[in-house]
T-cell receptor, first 120, second 112 residues
């Protein structure tokens, strides 16, 4: 089975432009996570979805960022307008929520290859 | 205080030695703990997960959890140059949330 797929792998854009990052989670997974990684701040959770519904977007830095998950196999993270400080690697991860009976509410998160965003 | 803390390193160990990586967390209610390995320019990949106090072994890797002291560690036995990477500790609070809180990672260098 294919892993998490992200596109594009690299994106270079100019300040003020709109950027859209795409993610296809592992088939059958029902939770999806968007992270941002920088040297200064490490790996930060931006937003996560469960069954296509946004559950926690407290990590979204500001209104310039938005995320959608129109169906179980696709999600987007949009930045509009982009700024140089948005330059980072953006990861998408997916997991399968385990049943409550197992006592484990969270399954393993599998990460995509990431999108390296550079905003000039 | 950061929620999940790790020494950034680099931690340098000779080939064949045991590498010991440590992580502390602040939320006493945390329930699930994970170690991810991240090679330079690559995405994080899961090495170990641990949920109960004590040790959990998988090949050359051993995860140790002590909830009373709020730390989790990763031991890598017979370290190899291919183990050189950044190791990320992640903690989940449980209680219905699916959020992982990641530490900033420890960079490990295994010297040949």
């Amino acid at each position: 089975d294919a892993g998490v797929i992200q596109s594009p792998r690299h994106e270079v854009t100019e300040m003020g432009q709109e950027v859209t990052l795409r993610c296809k989670p592992i088939s059958g997974h029902n939770s999806l996570f968007w992270y941002r990684q920088t040297m200064m701040r490490g790996l930060e959770l931006l937003i996560y979805f469960n069954n296509n519904v946004p559950i926690d977007d407290s990590g979204m830095p500001e209104d310039r960022f938005s995320a959608k998950m129109p169906n179980a196999s696709f999600s987007t993270l949009k930045i509009q307008p982009s700024e140089p400080r948005d330059s980072a690697v953006y990861f998408c991860a997916s997991s399968l929520r385990r049943g409550q009976a197992s006592g484990r509410a969270l399954g393993t998160q599998y990460f995509g290859p990431g999108t390296r965003l550079t905003v000039l | 205080q950061k929620e999940v803390e790790q020494n950034s390193g680099p931690l340098s160990v000779p080939e064949g030695a045991i590498a010991s990586l440590n992580c502390t967390y602040s939320d006493r209610g945390s329930q699930s703990f994970f170690w991810y390995r991240q090679y330079s320019g690559k995405s994080p990949e899961l090495i170990m997960s641990i949920y109960s106090n004590g040790d959990k072994e998988d090949g050359r890797f051993t995860a140790q959890l002590n909830k009373a002291s709020q730390y989790v560690s990763l031991l890598i036995r017979d370290s190899q140059p291919s183990d050189s990477a950044t190791y990320l500790c992640a903690v989940n609070r449980g209680s219905g949330t699916y959020k992982y809180i990641f530490g900033t990672g420890t960079r490990l260098k295994v010297l040949a």
